[in-house]
């Protein structure tokens, strides 16, 4: 499924002439119930994303949850992600910087824009000067999120800043114990972040959403992808000539 969904992706991205990373989770430490699916097993999966990035010769990200995940995934994988909930985790951020991979810091959804300053000083402070900021979204009351796109100017200060688009549309903490989404603002969402001279964006898709293994209920179909990039990129061009 990951070799088929990054040719399709590469596909369009090579057309669009768009730099494309791709992104893979070796394990989904962070579930709502213990029955929740979590992986098919560590190193098949980082073989997988390592495959990929031979395959297509592309860069590729994973998440990391415990300092011994930081050398274990590097060896496969081009950039490190500390997960929103794991960002203040001193110890973990040090031991993803110390690999000497890029390390994307993704926004505490209970964290300001300005509070980031201090995740990427870590990664600097541990002699890397590679870091990147993922915003996802701010928790707003129990069950939902809200992107606070005055964020984006403040984080760029810091470092490169990418919007996580589907992430940012999530429904936590639904009683069903399954993650709720409202992906039809996908689009409203990514554009918004393309006016505001995002340096990258974050998109969950799949050919399938609705029997994806994880964050169906925010994922964008892999059909509308080609169409919502195109208009995407049509704005960029126009901002820039601005």
């Known amino acids: 499924m990951a070799l088929r969904i990054a040719e399709k992706v590469i596909t369009i991205t090579d057309k669009l002439k768009i730099p494309y990373v791709f992104k893979g989770s070796f394990k989904k430490a962070n579930r709502s119930r213990v029955d929740s ?7 098949k999966a980082l073989e997988i994303l390592k495959k990929v990035s031979e395959t297509f010769a592309v860069p590729t990200v994973t998440d990391i949850h415990e300092v011994s995940d930081a050398a274990k995934a590097a060896a496969y994988v081009d950039v490190l992600q500390i997960p929103a909930f794991l960002v203040r985790q001193t110890d973990l951020v040090v031991a993803a910087a110390k690999t000497g991979k890029v390390v994307n810091l993704k926004k505490g959804q209970f964290m300001s824009p300005e509070a980031m300053q201090h995740a990427v000083k870590k990664v600097h402070d541990s002699g890397n000067p590679k870091a990147w900021i993922t915003d996802r979204g701010t928790m707003f009351g129990y069950q939902d999120m809200i992107v606070d796109f005055r964020g984006i100017p403040t984080m760029r200060q810091y470092a490169p800043t990418v919007l996580d688009v589907t992430h940012s549309l999530q429904q936590p903490n639904q009683s069903s114990g399954v993650t709720g989404g409202r992906p039809e603002m996908i689009e409203t969402i990514a554009r918004a972040g393309v006016v505001n001279n995002v340096d990258g964006l974050f998109i969950e898709t799949h050919f ?19 169409p919502l990039l195109s208009n995407l990129v049509a704005i960029r061009k126009t901002i820039q000539t601005l």
Request: charged content about 25%.
């Open 208 to 226: 399938d959403p609705a029997n994806a293994k994880s964050d169906g209920a925010n994922m964008l179909d892999l059909e509308h992808l080609e």
């Open 37 to 43: 699916f979590t992986g098919i097993g560590d190193l």
